[in-house]
């Protein structure tokens, strides 16, 4: 079974800290992604990544970046939270190159920006 | 671009009773499709697609699909209702030819009445 870790389940940030979300997944993907799910608005891509080193913008990318410096880690950095990054935040990974397509996803980690 | 929507936020439904979530797409060239289904607190979880073949394509939990390209539908069905199918079920859409991306629609709120 496709493992997909998150480093927190719920955590608490004051406005204008740095943030650090970290994903790890087992299974060798290649993809992996990063959501964000508000109540109404379903899941919004962030970022994405292909490869080691590699990262693409999403929908909503502003106020974020990632690092993805090892293939099974990609990480999701808000460099100065605010209230409105309040949100669930999921990440994903999937394989790359073969025509399956589906994404397995993480528990999730539930930020609130004070 | 490539979209979905799910014209129902809330479903009621019997346990016992046949259950209908509902899902319609917009794509340019052949549509690949996706359920995934959210329990309390937790990540997505996978439980069907669609890319080629047949239009009935049967899923985890009992779940299956039905692709319908006239209505431009991919409605998500199971013949007897269970309480713990009560959950958030989200349609989602290969973002484009070539692209690991999915893209989301806002998700169905499902509850089963014992």
């Known amino acids: 079974d496709v493992k997909v870790t998150q480093s927190s389940r719920y955590l608490v940030k004051r406005t204008g800290e740095k943030v650090f979300l970290e994903c790890v997944q087992d299974?060798?993907?290649?993809?992996m992604f990063w959501y964000r799910q508000d109540p109404g608005l379903g899941l919004r891509l962030i970022y994405f990544?292909?490869?080691?080193?590699?990262?693409e913008k999403g929908d909503i990318p502003e106020g974020y970046s990632v690092s993805r410096e090892k293939k099974e880690r990609f990480s999701l950095i808000l460099e100065s939270a605010s209230t409105n990054q309040t949100s669930m935040y999921l990440c994903?990974?999937?394989?790359?190159?073969?025509?399956?397509?589906?994404?397995?996803f993480g528990p999730g980690t539930r930020l609130t920006v004070t | 671009a490539q979209s979905v929507a799910q014209p129902e936020d809330q479903v009621n439904v019997a346990e016992g009773n046949p259950l209908t979530v509902k899902c319609t797409y917009s794509?340019?060239?052949?549509?690949?499709l996706f359920w995934y289904v959210q329990y309390p607190n937790r990540g997505l979880q996978f439980l069907l697609k669609?890319?080629?073949?047949?239009?009935l394509v049967k899923g985890s939990y009992g779940f299956e699909a039905e692709f319908n390209k006239s209505q431009t539908s991919f409605h998500l069905k199971k013949p007897s209702a269970l309480v713990s199918d009560s959950a958030l079920y989200f349609c989602?859409?290969?973002?484009?030819?070539?692209?690991?991306?999915?893209?989301f629609g806002k998700g169905t709120k499902l509850s089963v009445i014992p």
């Open positions: 994903a990974s999937s394989l790359f190159g073969q025509a399956t397509y589906e994404q397995y």
């Open positions: 299974m060798d993907h290649e993809n």
């Open positions: 990544s292909y490869d080691v080193k590699m990262k």
């Open positions: 794509v340019s060239g052949n549509p690949y």
């Open positions: 669609y890319i080629t073949g047949d239009n």
């Open positions: 989602a859409v290969l973002s484009g030819a070539g692209s690991y991306q999915l893209t």
